[in-house]
């Protein structure tokens, strides 16, 4: 069992550019979780998605932020003119149920604007 | 709104000393995680308490939870370097399944 896993591990964007970060769950995992930590913070909720649904969003920003769980293939979270205020590490997590017992976190991916 | 209240923020400790970190959350939760983060990692499960009571202990860590209270805390017993870390306790809401995150306490244990 991989766990899940987050790719790239480090994205290096210019301001204005896209960036896209990808999120595999565990195996039989179908809850897929994203926060950003900000240096020297703690993890913020993002949004919570299942397959083809996107359940919770209430963390998302209003522009530029995006997120998708396809059918098929990882979750996906596309930031939009990216500006320096987005440099940040961005986790996802993943569960298998919506019962709140168990998270596994991916490494993370280190997002930064130049 | 769930509210997440770790302290302290930095704890710099002796080596074989003990101390505790407190978790207090503003709403009705009743379950707790505890993770720990080293530098530039993801963040590695360490405890899971879903009831009012629960007490769980691994190695030098324990990990207790009083509902009643709104209070978690995580004891260290006789520190050692290796548990220099940062500790995030996290809730997640009565009805939601988002975790919320305290700031964390970064630790640093010294010989």
């Known amino acids: 069992n991989a766990g899940v896993m987050q790719n790239p591990r480090h994205l290096v964007r210019r301001r204005g550019q896209e960036a896209r970060l990808r999120c595999s769950p565990m195996?039989?995992?179908?809850?897929v979780y994203w926060y950003r930590q900000l240096p020297e913070e703690g993890l913020k909720f993002m949004v919570y998605?299942?397959?083809?649904?996107?359940?919770?969003e209430s963390g998302m920003p209003k522009e530029r932020f995006s997120a998708e769980f396809p059918k098929e293939g990882p979750s996906i979270l596309r930031i939009q003119q990216v500006v320096r205020g987005d440099s940040a590490a961005y986790f996802c997590?993943?569960?298998?149920?919506?019962?709140?017992?168990?998270?596994?976190f991916g490494s993370g991916t280190r997002l930064t604007v130049v | 709104e769930l509210k997440v209240e770790q302290n302290p923020l930095f704890l710099s400790m002796q080596e074989g000393k003990n101390y505790t970190i407190y978790c207090n959350y503003s709403?009705?939760?009743?379950?707790l995680y505890w993770y720990r983060q080293d530098p530039g990692k993801s963040l590695e499960s360490l405890f899971v308490?879903?009831?009012?009571?629960a007490v769980k202990q691994e190695g030098r860590l324990m990990a207790s939870l009083d509902t009643k209270a709104r209070l978690s805390t995580l004891h260290i017993t006789a520190a050692v370097h290796d548990l220099s870390a940062t500790y995030f306790c996290?809730?997640?809401?009565?009805?939601?399944?988002?975790?919320?995150f305290g700031a964390g306490t970064i630790l640093r244990v010294k010989s």
């Open positions: 997590a993943s569960s298998s149920t919506a019962s709140n017992y168990g998270y596994t």
């Open positions: 195996k039989g995992h179908s809850h």
């Open positions: 998605l299942q397959k083809e649904n996107i359940i919770d």
């Open positions: 709403t009705t939760s009743d379950r």
């Open positions: 308490l879903l009831s009012n009571g």
């Open positions: 996290a809730f997640t809401m009565e009805y939601g399944n988002k975790l919320v």
